[in-house]
């Protein structure tokens, strides 16, 4: 669950951000604004990784 409140009180007692422009900010600004680390990006050979390790099933999804 995102913590909205303690995000709009940081905003607002750190870097005084106003209600309605914080919720102006998209999440890549938040981040950027509270420094909070950029979600990792997954690599070519990650996700190869993933898919021999969970290959799809067939059967499973026949029919869909």
């Not at 940081?10 to 509270?34: D, H, M, N, Q």
């Not at 909070?36 to 996700?47: E, F, I, K, W, Y």
């Amino acid at each position: 669950m995102t913590p909205w409140g303690e995000m709009l009180r940081r905003a607002a007692i750190e870097f005084a951000v106003p209600p309605g422009a914080f919720w102006r900010l998209s999440l890549k600004e938040w981040r950027g604004l509270a420094g909070a680390p950029a979600a990792p990006v997954l690599a070519r050979s990650g996700l190869a990784a993933l898919m021999a390790r969970f290959p799809d099933d067939d059967e499973e999804g026949a029919g869909e």
